[in-house]
């Protein structure tokens, strides 16, 4: 539309205008619990609205779209909106007549935009119902593999500390122990080496793998170890999926942000999530601390990854009620864009003990930004980064001379096909534009990329689909990497790589690198202007502005901070926190 529009129309930069409205309004979107009335808030923190993570609720995204439109509106002239889903274009509607401004609508009448919608709540009842149904017959088939793989509650028991640990088919070795965990790194392997006892509690990668694979290496491994589920029982089960799609929060009379109101996006989104089974996956979550409790097995500490979703607020609600002397402690192992909202605690948080009692993070920079939201100086503790071999890669000399461009696509499609396209319309047939996809997307979606570059002619001998990972491509040379929300970019710069992250047309931009060390562009024009100062040194970051940078992006491992903070080998020891901290409010 934009192509066919280009000379009628002048097209808005959308996608840097709703960065900079969540960016201003960044703490009222972080403590967002203040403009709501909950009435329970275990059912509050397990909504991905409350959450406030741009990639598992629209309710940022809506907000700052309607306040964008109210600007727009506030400065008149003839404005054309493109709205893809009908409950926002009737809320955008709404607005555009409570302010007296002439709007014309363009689509389908009131009757179908109804019916659409309870077409649509129907349909996301009906997955509701058959997840619930597969999460019960998944319960039945790990009884039954528990009948020869019992718990082994005295190896439990003699624990100072379990890793929440996200868990695949073969993690978990036959014999001897598992040293290592998903976004944790070395971390298990390190604790153990300072004296402490550690098990597990596996959280499958059931996204990824399939659960009862897991379930079977996990039961049958050599460790002290349980899996979420043992903790799930089918009557929890249902009783947690019908409390899920009754309402117990809602927004105050008065919701607004920046002095528009938003209690209708709040209700929109509340409705959209209402049959969301990841509300349920996050209650279910909390039946793990009771679990461990009637068995008599009272941890020190419990760690999980830490990046304050609704599966990691579940966990910790369950363990403070049941084990309150058990410390919680978030595992931060991965760079975060200023946009991911979640990761920020918020003050309500903070004050009723929903928080972890500890964060360790990788580095001095993700330290600063959990605490410029106010989480307390001593519960953040820079650990440094035991993901060895992560973000960090060899230098490659002759930056600007291997006439190469890697493109570091995600898992989004319509983010890709942006992606894509701007770099290939800004390459033409000057660069080489080596395009890796991620390896979690499946070959239809693969399939899609290619296509939507055919059918606007941007595909040709100097363009390639490749499966290698991104440092294999980077390690053979390569003068700039195009991204848009992905870790491979510290990647790019640390081999010298020119790092130009592309901004979105129409939603939010993830740029994880620290300000300074990229390029953030808009449209192809842009980017082919900056490929034009590919040699020019002078023109991007230098090594040791890079290296500095980095340096204070991912600190050396000290397991000995995690070690002191965990409280050594001591079960229960509460050397940095008072027992204050851990009142917890429901």
């Known amino acids: 539309m934009k192509e066919r529009l280009s000379a009628a129309v002048s097209w808005g930069d959308t996608g840097r205008r709703l960065n900079d409205i969540a960016e201003r309004h960044e703490d009222s979107f972080v403590n967002l619990a203040n403009r709501f009335d909950i009435g329970d808030w275990d059912w509050w923190e397990s909504r991905n609205l409350a959450e406030r993570g741009p990639l598992s609720s629209t309710f940022t995204v809506e907000c700052c779209r309607l306040i964008l439109f109210g600007d727009c509106l506030e400065r008149g002239g003839s404005h054309l909106f493109i709205v893809e889903v009908h409950d926002l274009a009737d809320i955008l509607l709404a607005e555009a007549r409570r302010r007296g401004v002439p709007v014309r609508w363009r689509g389908p009448g009131a009757v179908r935009r109804r019916a659409e919608r309870a077409a649509t709540q129907g349909i996301a009842f009906l997955r509701f119902a058959r997840a619930a149904l597969r999460r019960a017959a998944r319960l039945r088939r790990l009884r039954v593999l528990r009948r020869r793989h019992p718990i082994d509650w005295d190896r439990l028991r003699a624990c100072d500390v379990l890793f929440a640990a996200w868990s695949a088919p073969d993690d978990f070795p036959d014999r001897g122990p598992r040293d290592v965990a998903h976004y944790m790194g070395a971390l298990p392997r390190e604790a153990r080496a300072a004296g402490i006892t550690a098990g597990y509690v596996a959280l499958p990668l059931d996204w990824i793998y399939d659960a009862d694979e897991i379930h079977r290496n ?76 009637r068995h008599g097995c009272r941890p020190g500490a419990v760690c999980h990854v830490y990046e304050n979703q609704t599966w990691e607020k579940g ?11 058990t ?52 519960r953040v503790i820079d650990a440094g980064l035991f993901r060895q071999g992560s973000f960090i890669l060899n230098r490659v000399p002759g930056t600007g001379t291997h006439r190469r461009l890697v493109v570091a696509t995600g898992v989004d499609f319509q983010e890709c096909c942006e992606l894509v396209a701007k770099a290939a319309a800004a390459a033409g047939d000057d660069w080489e534009l080596a395009v890796n996809f991620h390896p979690s997307t499946a070959p239809s979606f693969r399939d899609g990329i290619r296509r939507f570059l055919e059918t606007r002619g941007l595909t040709g001998p100097r363009v390639t689909f490749v499966d290698h990972s991104v ?41 994880k690198l620290p300000d300074g060390l990229s390029r953030r562009l808009y449209t192809a024009a842009e980017i082919r202007s900056a490929l034009g100062e590919i040699a020019d040194d002078g023109a991007w970051p230098g090594p040791s502005e890079v290296e500095a940078a980095l340096a204070d992006c991912f600190s050396a491992a000290d397991a000995a901070k995690v070690v002191a903070a965990l409280g050594r080998a001591e079960k229960n020891a509460s050397p940095t926190f008072s027992q204050t901290d851990k009142v917890m409010e429901r």
């Open 218 to 293: 996990a039961v049958a491994s050599a460790e002290a170890a349980m899996v979420a589920d043992d903790a799930v029982t089918t009557g929890a089960l249902w009783r947690v999926a019908a409390d899920a799609v009754r309402l117990r929060a809602g927004p105050k009379p008065d919701m607004a942000i920046g002095g528009q109101p938003l209690g209708t996006v709040a209700r929109m989104v509340l409705a959209r999530e209402r049959f969301d089974w990841r509300a349920v996956t996050a209650r279910l979550m909390a039946e793990i601390g009771p679990f461990l409790a």
């Open 315 to 325: 966990l910790r609600a369950g363990l403070r009620r049941a084990l309150p002397d």
């Open 327 to 378: 410390r919680v402690a978030g595992v931060h192992q991965s760079p975060f864009s200023k946009m991911y909202l979640n990761m920020l605690p918020s003050q309500a948080e903070v004050a009723k003990g929903r928080w972890p009692d500890v964060v360790f993070t990788h580095g001095a920079r993700s330290r600063r930004q959990l605490t410029s939201t106010g989480a307390p100086e001593n």
């Open 471 to 511: 440092a294999d491509l980077l390690k053979n040379g390569a003068d700039a990497i195009l991204y848009t929300d992905t870790n491979a970019a510290f990647e790019g710069v640390s081999t010298g790589a020119r790092a130009i992250n592309v901004e979105r047309d129409s939603a939010f931009s993830f740029d």
